[in-house]
């Protein structure tokens, strides 16, 4: 095949095979396990950063703390739009169609870029206003602009990482994502101390030290990303060759991808309404929730990693015409998600207090935190197969129920029940826990159902 016409390059290696073929439980854990590291290595962005700023004091905690709540809608946003990309490619390489799915990529760029550079100016100008939506102290707010305002110019570089990665993962090649985020996670990590505590020669910048190490570390994920696609270092060499800016396509893209990114951004806007209702019981009852926030983030990479996998095997399966291929393969990603949730929920059960001692040994805060954690692992038995099946969902394109499902789960049981709790029990923020898992098991029976009824199948992308 010709490599200039988007083509797959002429070699063996492993992510060239046709993953529509063989053993489902073998493509899965073949493809699942460089994505599940991927998510752990992006998730540690945000831990480096605090492990160098925690030196500097309470206000500069406090302001990575609050700026990073503002990236992670801001993420959420671009990780959602990044779904309409992944579902269209997936099924053009399932359908053996190279050409079509270099054609997504490119409105996939233009996409990206147009929406990358006006999050960026409007985050920029408008950094200090967010922050000073919050009622933190002037030098908490100083220090949060500061970072915000880097952060932000370095999601332009982030966006196209992330267009680069999804693309990969729609043409079945994980283990180069992966390699990807370890590269920049690694600069991120080299650079970190030296520009927040000024070592050797460089400038003591503080939690603007932090943002620009984020930014070098996007900068690298994205150089590297669109180096392997333009050079045919992965399933799919990316070109411009023939390139013609494409509306239909683009809004083909934006229709999958909106309602993934206002599942994620109303996600995190959710997040933030139960804390807002933690927040009057106290220091202990909010160290103990971010803390089970910590451990539910952890525990939730594996499903995520294997929901993405069977995603991706839903949405070529369907590109071959092998809709009940789909089905076998998001079922038995969402076993296998379940069997290491089970296990893993048994061990939280026998010993809450060895896991909460990773992030803290304050007898008063692992208390506390450890009766939180056996609450919520009602809420983890069930935790596979909410991942697995809404990634599963998305993957064949069908974005508009997995969003209806996470308002429903948030806005509707969530946030009511536990207003409910509150007023007429007793219970005082141990209800606002079990409100949370009320809605965990309700999230995960709406998703079985939906699968079920196989209507993601007819989807049309």
Not at 198 to 216: E, K, R, T, Y
Not at 354 to 359: C, E, L, P, Y
Request: aromatic share 10%.
């Amino acid at each position: 095949m010709e490599q200039d016409q988007g083509n797959t390059p002429e070699r063996d290696t492993a992510f060239d095979r046709d993953w529509t073929k063989g053993s489902i439980v073998r493509n899965l854990l073949s493809l699942s396990w460089s994505m599940i590291i991927n998510e752990f290595l992006w998730s540690m962005g945000f831990i480096i950063d605090m492990i160098w700023v925690g030196r500097l004091g309470a206000a500069p905690v406090a302001a990575v703390g609050v700026a990073g709540i503002v990236v992670m809608v801001m993420m959420t946003g671009i990780f959602g739009l990044s779904v309409g990309t992944r579902a269209m490619i997936s099924r053009f390489v399932g359908a053996d169609n190279a050409a079509e799915a270099n054609h997504v990529a490119q409105q996939a760029f233009v996409l990206n870029g147009f929406i990358a550079v006006v999050v960026a100016a409007t985050g920029f100008i408008f950094a200090e206003p967010i922050l000073g939506l919050f009622g933190l102290a002037p030098d908490v707010v100083a220090e949060g602009t500061a970072y915000l305002r880097i952060q932000f110019v370095g999601s332009v570089a982030m966006s196209f990482w992330v267009i680069a990665e999804n693309i990969m993962y729609a043409l079945g090649d994980g283990v180069t994502p992966m390699k990807i985020t370890l590269a920049a996670r690694v600069s991120q990590a080299i650079f970190a101390p030296f520009l927040v505590l000024g070592l050797w020669i460089f400038p003591q910048m503080g939690v603007g030290g932090a943002a620009l190490s984020n930014l070098i570390a996007f900068s690298v994920g994205m150089a590297l990303g669109l180096w392997f696609l333009f050079t045919g270092r992965t399933r799919l060499r990316f070109t411009l060759r023939n390139f013609n800016l494409d509306p239909p396509i683009i809004w083909r893209i934006i229709k999958i991808g909106i309602p993934a990114s206002v599942m994620g951004i109303q996600r995190s806007l959710g997040r933030l309404a139960l804390m807002w209702l933690i927040v009057p019981f106290g220091t202990l009852a909010v160290a103990a929730h971010t803390l089970l926030t910590r451990i539910d983030t952890m525990l939730f990479l594996p499903s995520l990693g294997l929901g993405v996998a069977g995603g991706v095997l839903v949405g070529q399966n369907l590109g071959a015409k092998q809709p009940e291929q789909a089905a076998k393969s998001g079922w038995l990603a969402a076993g296998l998600a379940e069997i290491f949730m089970v296990i893993c929920s048994v061990d939280i059960l026998l010993f809450p207090e060895v896991v909460i001692g990773i992030f803290s040994t304050e007898p008063d805060l692992v208390e506390i935190t450890a009766d939180f954690l056996r609450i919520a692992v009602a809420g983890y038995l069930v935790l596979g197969l909410t991942a697995v099946l809404q990634q599963s969902i998305s993957g064949a394109g069908d974005t508009i129920p997995p969003m209806l499902i996470s308002l429903a789960l948030v806005w509707g049981i969530q946030l009511p029940l536990a207003l409910i709790v509150l007023r007429i029990t007793d219970f005082g923020v141990y209800g606002i826990r079990w409100a949370i898992v009320t809605g965990m098991v309700a999230g995960a029976v709406a998703y079985i159902v939906y699968f079920r009824t196989g209507r993601w199948k007819r989807k049309k992308v």
